[in-house]
Every structure is written in C-alpha cells, then in structure tokens.
Nanobody, 124 residues
Framework: QVQLVESGGGLVQAGGSLRLSCAAS????????MGWIRQAPGKEREFVAA????????IYADSVKGRFTISRDNAKNTVYLQMNSLKPEDTAVYYC?????????????????WGQGTQVTVSS
C-alpha cells in the first residue's frame, strides 16, 4: 500500500505561481512512477504531469507544457509540481497518484494509488 498526502494548494491570481507537494509512504518510493492529475468541477479527471521512478523521464499535458514542472526528491519521498503562469482554466482539485511501475504514464486509469487532493483556484 502507498499513502499519499498533497499540500500547497490555494487561491492565486492569474499569472501567479504555486508549488504543490506530495509526501508518500508505505512503499519504496523510488520504484514508483508518480503523476499529478486534476479534476475541474463537472469534468473528468485530466492528466497533468508525470515522472519516472528515478526522476529522469517526465511527461506533460500539452495544456501545461512550458508552465508546469514536475520533480521528485527520493530521499524525502516527495514529488512536486511547480506551477507558473497560472490561468483560470487551471482551477481544479489536484491529485497526486502513484503506480506500481516505475514508468510514467498519461493514462489516468493506470495509477494505483491516489491522494485526497488539494484545491487550486486561479482568479482572473
């Protein structure tokens, strides 16, 4: 089992920045591909970014490429999402997710473990 706890969400103006963190426990963290997935009101969950177990491979949704950066610190069992140039359409609950494989994936259903989510609200 893996436990994931997100933090760092909040309210920010358009153009601003936020940094999300996800603390993991219960499994050898460096073996797990990690991802951030978001869900806006009335919409399905949407892939945002993912990173391989070793941190050498990252993938992004086109909508956030160039603005968001995913990273991880395996010594701290933590994955991060740095979000810059935020837009109102980035408003959503952001979930941290882990998979039993090290490879990152854009496929939301491939993630095995989920955090409770943290709210990000971007005002215009």
């Amino acid at each position: 089992q893996v436990q994931l706890v997100e933090s760092g969400g909040g309210l920010v103006q358009a153009g601003g920045s936020l940094r999300l963190s996800c603390a993991a426990s219960g499994r050898t963290f460096s073996y797990s591909g990690m991802g951030w997935i978001r869900q806006a009101p009335g919409k399905e969950r949407e892939f945002v970014a993912a990173i391989s177990g070793g941190g050498f491979t990252t993938i992004y949704a086109d909508s956030v490429k160039g603005r968001f950066t995913i990273s991880r610190d395996n010594a701290k069992n933590t994955v991060y999402l740095q979000m810059n140039s935020l837009k109102p359409e980035d408003t959503a609950v952001y979930y941290c997710a882990a998979r039993d494989r090290g490879r990152p994936t854009k496929v939301v259903s491939d993630y095995d473990y989920w955090g409770q989510g943290t709210q990000v609200t971007v005002s215009s």
